[in-house]
Structures are given as C-alpha cells and as structure tokens.
C-alpha cells in the first residue's frame, strides 16, 4: 500500500470540502454551471488590487539583479523590515526585521511554528469549530490536538480551556476574525487567555505559547478593530498572510511575527528559521516578497464582502436561521435546522446549493457558508434555504 493507513484515514475524515467540491462538479455537469450554487470552498473571486498589478509589472520591466537568487532563509530583509514597520504602526510595539519570518503562506507559517515549538506528545490546544487543517499540522509535527468547544456566541470558554491545559500543553492556537464562524475576539477574551497561560505556565513551570492565526485579519466588518494578540502574552507568535487581505492565495506568501517583548525570541527566530528551511520552503517566494514590500497598507475592498455578509445574514435570519452575525472573515455559520447537518447538507443539494456540514469543523449540528462568491451564487442559493427553512418549519 502505498499511502499509510493513518493517511488514508486522514484522507477519509477530513475531505468535506473536497467532497463537496466534487459533488458540485457532478451537479453542475447536469444542470449547468448557472444553476448550481456552490457555497462551500474558502477561494475568494475577488482579485488582487491594482498596486499589486502595478508592483509585479515594475518588476518585470525594470528588475533587479539577483533578484531570484537563493536568500536568507528568513526572508529579504527589506521585506521584512517593511512588514516589521508596519506591524509597529498598528501595534504600538518595536518590531523590527528580527521578528519577521516570510513563508510560504499562513499554512507554510503555521507549519514551520509547531515544526519548532513541538516536542513529540506536546499537545497543542484548538477552539472549536476549527479549521480543520489545523489537526493535521499539528499531527505533521507529532502533536497532540486537544480541542476545547467554544460557547454559544463561539467565544472561548475560560473555565473549559482551564481544564483542558496540563502539563504538556505547549500552545493554545486561536483564529481571530474565525474560520468558520467570522467572530472576532476582542481584547478582553485576548487578556483573559493571556492571564490564564500566565498562570498555569507558573503552576506548572513551563512556557506556554499563544499562536494567534490572523490571515483574516484585515477582512474585519462594521468599522470593527480586531485586537492584536501581542499585549497579551509575552510567549505569542502571529501567524499571517496575504491570501485574503491581498487576494493571493496560490501566491502563497505569508509571514510570521514573534512578540518583540518575548526574552528568548532570537532563540525562537533561530528555530523557525531552521524550520522554514528544513521543512523543504526553504525560502517564501522571491518576487512575492519583493511585491508585498510596497503593499504592507494595501487591502482589498472590504466593502464588497461586507456587503455579501449583509445580504446573507439579513436574508438567513429572516428565513427563521439562527445565526450569530460574523463579524469578519467571509464565512458564516447557522445552526443546522435538525441535528443531523449531514441531512440539512443533502437537502440543500436538492436545490443545487453547496454548503459544507459543521461536522467537518468538529461541531454537528452547524453548517459552513463560504461568503466569498460572485453575488449571482450567494442570491440563487436564497431560494434552496428558503425551501430547506419551510421544509424544516423555520417559518
Ligand atoms: C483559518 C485559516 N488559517 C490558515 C489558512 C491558510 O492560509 P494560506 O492560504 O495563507 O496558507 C486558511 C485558509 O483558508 C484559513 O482559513
């Protein structure tokens, strides 16, 4: 055999959006492209702005000598320089280039972080719903995923993290604005998390890291601010990328910053660097990081996505969904009308909409809408959850 069993059992258990992916192909084979409304992949339509356009063109046409040589593993220091510079403008804190690592994506960040953090057995603790990849990350670097559910609002419960941190937890891993619920953490969830670590690394005399996924950081609604995770804990990494904020998910160019307030951060910049090269990345992309210098305070048009969210939400409730209101990100997450979210999925189908079921998040009885489509997908799937809604005596 030549895929292991346990990656054949991975494969198995963690393919909901590929099963849906393929699901939707087959429909739209039938009943053509138009009718089928396909809510379940995280790959935004938006495109990149136009300083990124612009940027790769002056590359193109005036390039420097070099520049897609080997460098340093970390990343060009100019690039990481202007990331370290624009983190200190939004943080308030002194970063500098000795904090940033570019990689290859918030996944490759991720990646390269619990490669330098994990002892093997060391458990990583995760909020549910979760993005699902995480488990397998953790599993990659011989982990152990702990998750702990969040309350009904998708905010972490205090006491149950307390319960949930031993002696071998190494990290507790948050993703604020959240895939898949949108909700955003504020500074006072932030401040609890970071006064509960404190604590139990003094009970049981060891570091304990908080990572902070941010990769739908700047994709944030209602003139919101989503709190940076830094004044928290001394022990925080940030993990991020361009992907969402800058519409460049097969680009993969991401980053990690390490808190510049942590006492053993060039011995941790040490490892991580190790890793991004160990781990085969070897480096973030050449012309990315040379692209991604200039853009540090370029966004995609929020307003787009607020709008979809708006129209999703207002509709869904109306439909009698009960839904908490995302605040960021370009997901949304309603309660499945009967616990069996795998049968709201099917029913769904029945009307050519594509949702992914919570189970697939570790929380049934939920279901995942992917927000990020032309609004043509988000208004023709109003009809199928209209029916569902009837069918299930929501109105
Ligand atoms: C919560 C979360 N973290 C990480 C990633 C990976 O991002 P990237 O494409 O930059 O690797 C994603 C992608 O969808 C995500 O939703």
Not at 61 to 66: R, S, T
Not at 79 to 100: C, D, I, M, P, Y
Not at 138 to 149: E, F, K, L, R
Request: proline content about 6%.
């Amino acid at each position: 055999m030549a895929v292991s069993p346990k990656l054949q059992q991975q494969i198995a258990e963690g393919g909901w959006i590929r099963k849906m992916f393929e699901a939707g192909i087959a429909l739209k084979q039938k009943y053509g492209e138009r009718n089928v409304f396909d809510l379940s992949l995280g790959n935004p339509v938006v495109e990149p702005p136009k300083e990124f356009v612009r940027e790769i063109k002056h590359l193109v046409n005036e390039p420097d000598a070099g520049m897609h040589r080997y460098m340093p593993n970390a990343g060009y220091v100019e690039t990481r320089t202007a990331v370290a510079e624009q983190l200190s403008k939004e943080t308030g804190l002194q970063f500098t280039a000795n904090e940033v690592v570019m990689t290859c994506g918030a996944a490759g960040a991720l990646n390269v972080v619990l490669k330098t953090i994990i002892e093997a057995t060391d458990e990583i603790i995760i909020f549910s719903p979760y993005f699902v990849e995480y488990i397998y990350y953790i599993d990659n670097h011989q982990g152990v995923t702990v998750v702990v559910p969040t309350d009904s609002r998708f905010i972490p419960d205090l006491n149950l993290l307390e319960q949930n941190i031993t002696p071998k937890t190494k990290a507790v891993l948050i993703n604020s604005p959240n895939n898949p619920t949108g909700v955003v953490y504020s500074s006072d969830t932030l401040k609890d998390i970071g006064e509960l670590l404190e604590k139990k690394e003094r009970e049981y005399n060891r570091e304990i890291f908080l990572i902070s996924d941010d990769v739908y950081r700047k994709i944030i609604y209602d003139g919101l601010g989503c709190p940076y995770v830094f004044p928290y804990h001394e022990r925080t990494i940030m993990t991020t990328s361009h992907s969402k904020d800058l519409a460049l998910p097969g680009e993969r160019i991401g980053y990690i910053a390490v808190n510049p307030g942590y006492c053993d951060r060039q011995e941790l910049m040490n490892g991580l660097t190790f890793c991004n090269r160990t781990l085969g990345f070897v480096n973030a992309p050449a012309l990315m990081q040379h692209a991604v210098r200039v853009l540090q305070d370029v966004t995609v048009d929020i307003k787009q996505y607020e709008k979809k969210r708006d129209m999703l939400y207002e509709n869904l409730c109306r439909m009698g969904y009960s839904v908490v209101k995302p605040q960021g990100a370009f997901y949304i997450f309603p309660k499945s009308p009967t616990n069996d979210d795998m049968e709201f999925v099917n029913e769904l189908q029945e009307y050519n909409v594509l949702i992914v079921p919570g189970k697939g998040f570790g929380a049934p009885g939920y279901f995942r809408i992917s927000y990020c489509m032309e609004d043509w997908v988000i208004e023709g799937s109003l009809e199928g959850f209209s029916k569902a809604a009837k069918k299930y005596g929501l109105f």
